[in-house]
């Protein structure tokens, strides 16, 4: 595409460029092509979804369809569809001063047909860009037809221009969108007669407002996102506009908590200006992610509202901030997270789970709080064997207690790990063994605070311990 300057201003200036009309799905779809020959990254960001989603997206833009994006809440659904301008050319040409981004050669409304008919081949040319093709609306029970259509401008209609002209009309976010995307998110809280006034937008491609016998051929991409029909009681698709739709896409979850993982570290606020630099064990992002998939799979929770991605991401963020705050009482400039800081994901969990009907709604910390072990006893068995422990569990066994205080320094939890019996040589094994790359330097210390807590979590996991709480304290007993 030539530069800014270069680009035609007038009508005339364009038809001598042999600039051609195409309509906006069949851009979309060459471009497309074009990127799939060049092996370019279609989605940049999205992780998971390479042979599952991706290639129902790909062919309905192929095929040059409408779409509905369907899945649960934190899949990327809105995220994915305001990446679809990418498939848009970089500059489109628009009559200048058209409300509904007119095509030169064929203008559709009235006041653009004007322009072209009183100034000729010197109608002026205005370029957009992609995002400025691209219009979204949340559905909500309050959105009118007139929001999305149109409506008569009562205001036009005082400044002199009068109800038979086309002019006194105002353009809703349709027609705004005509040569562009226009998406719903949320689409079955839209009203079912709002969702029929889609019906002509969808099958016919026109509008008609307020009963005008002027009707409006429009170019659109039309996108939409909702949860399954199942989620709410809210309101539903109807089942007219849902055919009308030609394809349907099924997002999901991270298939496995390395794809869970990989996307909460490129999601979260990880690089931070406090001056503190939290390091995060691999094993404890285990932890975070597995809590999430635990959490999609428990009986406890309304699994038709699911757990969004959401959750990891925040708790992520939870964890770094808990270690952060230690390390900046403690005046450290590096620090490791460590399990007692998973007691502080609870927060950032409430609100991401919903409880089956069955559970109170005072339950939900204590549900989460479970999953937060369920998910250390996960990683922990996957890591080492409580067999390996059995000098741990022997010491503890003989009347001994420790507390760990959450805030502790790490020399001195570290400290006492040396009053059991061969667990200092265990604690450098297992920190090769889980992370080799922190075990040595300015994280060796913290690294090894962080396996302490997580083997005795673990233990406790297991059974083989008893941990009571106490404000930010943890005693470890037999």
Known sequence: MTSHAERPRTLRELRESGYKSRTVKDEMRRNLIHRLREKQPLFPGIVGYDETVLPQ??????????????????????????????????????IAGSEINDDPFTPVSHHARSIVAAKGDETPIHWIGRDERYHE?????????????????????????????????????????????????????????????????????????????????????????????????????????????????????PLTRDLGMQITRENAWIDRDGGVKVVVPAF?????????????????????????????????????????????????????????????????????????????????????????????????????????????????????RVTLNQGAPAQEVVQLADAVRGLPKQIETLAEQLAPDLARGETALGLRAAIVEFILDGLYANNRLNRKRTGGNATYAA
Do not use: W
């Open 57 to 94: 997206i790909i062919n309905a833009v192929l095929s040059q369809h409408d779409m509905l994006f369907l899945g649960l809440r934190g899949q990327g659904k809105t995220r994915m569809l305001r990446m679809l301008t990418s498939f848009l050319d970089d500059a489109l040409p628009v």
């Open 137 to 253: 609306k949340l559905a909500t029970p309050d959105v009118t037809i007139a929001d999305l259509i149109g409506e008569v401008d009562l205001i036009k209609h005082a400044e002199g221009r009068q109800l038979s002209s086309e002019d006194v009309m105002h353009f809703g976010l349709i027609p705004r969108s005509h040569r562009g995307i226009f998406a719903i998110n949320e689409l079955p809280d839209l009203a079912p007669k709002i969702q029929v006034g889609l019906f002509n937008v969808l099958e016919e491609r026109d509008v008609q407002i307020r009963g005008f016998t002027v009707r409006l051929p429009l170019d659109v991409c039309m996108v939409f996102s909702a949860n399954p029909e199942d989620y709410t009681n809210r309101g539903r698709i109807v089942t007219p506009l849902k055919d009308r739709i030609g394809s349907v896409i099924r997002t999901h979850y």
């Open 284 to 400: 404890l992002e285990q932890v975070i992610e597995e809590t999430s998939r635990l959490a999609r799979t428990s009986p406890h929770v309304n699994q038709a509202s699911g757990v969004s991605v959401r959750m990891s991401v925040a708790n992520f963020e939870n964890l770094v901030s808990n270690a952060e705050r230690r390390a900046i009482r403690d005046g450290e400039s590096v620090t490791v997270a460590r399990v007692s800081d998973l007691a502080l994901v609870v927060p950032s969990s409430r609100g991401k789970i919903e409880l089956s009907m069955s559970e109170e709604s005072g339950d939900e910390d204590r549900l989460i709080e479970r999953l937060v072990e369920e998910a250390v006893k996960n990683v922990f068995d996957q890591s080492t064997s409580v067999k390996n422990f059995t000098n741990v569990v022997e010491f503890f066994e003989t009347g001994k």
